[in-house]
């Protein structure tokens, strides 16, 4: 295989994936951030950055209160620094830095110095602002085009959505495509294609697909995962990638008081089967080999780029609750390990001493490194980038 035809093929990938994530990336982190900046403006808290970015500064500006605005080179998140957040001030660089007391006035406008429930309150507005958003995002849509609804209560063996490196994405399947006939038995509803895959992992079976006019024939050899059922036995079951098309939709249009109701809904259902699903696999109820990463949310965000702006606009706020809800996760590092170490010194009376602080910050850094290698693995595994590189150089 020719290297550089297989690039020029994939020179989509900046379009239709890179660019649709890295915009979902900077709108929600810029929307994380700007909840830190607004509280902690609130509480008296002198900002000094707030940056769109990591690394060197592309382009920026200093505000009237003293804050620089910038967009730096990495467009891979962001942050607020604020003044103070340790107990002294540090002046010089390397061996010459020297630790002086705060003065007054410093103390007055420093994060460190302000009240513990201000401190908390900083820190929380991050995560809180992302639900915020995932309500409004869902109560927009449900007035502006309305909540959809099937017309038929089945759906048909339609294929909605088909995921990367998945067994129906290997042999050809496409979004649209109607699945009529397994191994000689008819199918009629999504229901029946899931049955017989389910009951059929790692064995090939005949699918007749309807794609417009023409019918096809393809044999597909379905995945597996072995999953643990209610009863707490162990099974394999057969996977074959793809997700239902819901069929015709109607949509009806809510007032917008009803909408931010059912975005509360919305939002409250989404984030309790996200803790749903992680507590299924601690139990073993689920593989951890579910667990996507940043080049699985970026190739669903240039999926759902390209079905429309309501669609990209709904996975942003499924994005921004993803987003608050691993925030608020008790692990050093995270908004949540902060707030952990706030309940403490409520419950204490007196902050974890420094020493102890670092020693869990540096535990917290390896569990979220190590979480971000496996996750990142998974993915490769997922989109099949080692067949790839493997076809590159075959």
Not at 129 to 134: E, G, L, M, R
Not at 269 to 290: A, C, H, M, V, W
């Amino acid at each position: 295989m020719d290297i550089f035809s297989v690039l020029q093929d994939n020179l989509g990938f900046i379009w239709e994936i890179l660019i649709p994530f890295l915009i979902a990336l900077t709108i929600l982190v810029f929307i994380h951030e700007l909840g830190h900046y607004t509280v902690a403006r609130w509480c008296g808290v002198r900002i000094e950055v707030f940056s769109v970015g990591f690394g060197s500064e592309i382009k920026g500006w200093t505000d009237k209160h003293g804050t620089r605005w910038k967009f730096a080179a990495i467009p891979l998140g962001g942050y607020v620094k604020m003044f103070g957040e340790a107990e002294n001030i540090s002046e010089g660089e390397g061996e010459k830095a020297v630790e002086r007391p705060m003065t007054p006035e410093e103390k007055a406008v420093s994060f460190h110095h302000k009240t513990l429930s201000q401190r908390a309150a900083i820190v929380f507005a991050g995560p809180f602002i992302n639900f915020i958003i995932a309500i409004i995002a869902f109560g927009v849509l449900f007035t502006a085009i309305g909540v959809p609804s099937p017309i038929s209560e089945r759906p048909l063996a339609i294929i909605g959505a088909v995921s990367a490196g998945s067994p129906a994405s290997n042999t050809g399947v496409e979004r649209g495509d109607q699945i009529i006939e397994i191994n000689g038995e008819q199918i009629d509803f999504f229901s029946d294609l899931q049955k017989i895959v389910r009951a059929n992992p790692g064995k090939p079976l005949i699918f007749k697909i309807k794609r417009a006019k023409k019918v096809l024939q393809k044999t597909i050899i379905p995945g597996s995962r072995e999953q643990t059922t209610k009863e707490g036995a162990r099974v394999i079951i057969g996977l074959l990638g793809v997700t239902a098309d819901p069929g015709e939709l109607s949509y009806e249009r809510q007032n917008p008081i009803t909408s931010l109701w059912m975005g509360v809904e919305r939002t409250v259902f989404l984030t309790t089967r996200i803790l749903e699903f992680i507590g299924d696999i601690f139990t073993g109820q689920q593989s951890p080999e579910e667990l996507g990463g940043v080049l699985r949310i970026a190739q669903i965000s240039g999926q759902v780029a390209e079905s429309g702006v309501a669609d990209y606009i709904s996975f942003l706020a499924v994005l921004s609750i993803n987003l608050g809800l691993i925030n608020l996760f008790p692990i050093p590092l995270l908004d949540g390990g902060h707030l952990a170490f706030y309940l403490v010194e409520a419950i204490r009376g007196r902050p974890i001493g420094e020493r102890a602080q670092e020693y869990v910050f540096r535990f917290g850094f390896v569990v979220i490194i190590s979480l971000f290698v496996f996750v990142t693995w998974n993915d490769l595994v997922h989109l099949k980038f080692f067949e790839f590189i493997t076809g590159l150089f075959g």
